[in-house]
């Protein structure tokens, strides 16, 4: 299973989570401006006996509040909505790491290395990720000195170009994309 389908995978079993997520703010946001018409509302009934100018300006500046106030909140369950979901995200990748299919993605990575600077880069993983990478008579690769949660380093002979296919970066690299993603599935409903 490549990062592209486990990035799928995570879409699809997310989707469901946003959407929930998504209606309820929505609901609760729905309620404060229903909340805040009914306040607007009664003082509006009240505010008519004495000045009926004084009060639409109070009813329109209290639905104005409320307008606001719901954009707030929706917008702060979006945020929080998208934030859980890439933190599922990167969990997800952190089990994939120490999944069966994981060593099929490690040298995947390996073989990319390999295309990119050559059969004589070196490569460098964590030290649990060593023995599940088949690698090539004559090829070594070291145990990292950094700590990532899966992948490979990769750095030419020569030293001037490296690469990295860590976890994290690969993450890194799709965030935005995954971010935006969410933010449509939500809007849709």
Do not use: W
């Not at 009664?42 to 719901?70: F, V, W």
């Not at 979901?85 to 969990?91: M, Q």
Request: aromatic share 4%; proline share 2%; with cysteine.
């Amino acid at each position: 299973m490549g990062l592209e389908e486990i990035l799928a995978n995570i879409e699809r079993d997310t989707k469901a989570k946003m959407s929930q997520i998504a209606v309820e703010a929505e609901n609760n946001a729905k309620r404060e401006t229903e909340e805040a018409q009914k306040r607007a509302e009664a003082y509006n009934r009240h505010m008519e006996q004495k000045a009926q100018g004084d009060s639409s300006r109070l009813l329109a500046r209290e639905l104005s509040r409320a307008n606001i106030e719901a954009r707030r909140i929706y917008g702060e369950a979006l945020e929080s909505t998208i934030n859980s979901t890439l933190d599922e995200v990167r969990e997800s990748l952190n089990d994939y790491a120490k999944g069966a299919d994981y060593p099929g993605l490690l040298n995947k990575l390996a073989k990319a290395a390999y295309d990119e600077l050559g059969s004589d880069c070196m490569l460098y993983l964590q030290k649990r990720d060593l023995p599940k990478l088949k690698v090539a008579k004559g090829i070594d690769p070291k145990e990292s000195k950094e700590e990532f949660s899966g992948g490979l380093k990769a750095v030419s002979k020569d030293g001037r170009l490296s690469i990295d296919y860590t976890l994290e970066n690969l993450f890194s690299m799709v965030k935005e994309d995954i971010a935006v993603q969410i933010l449509k599935m939500i809007q849709k409903g």
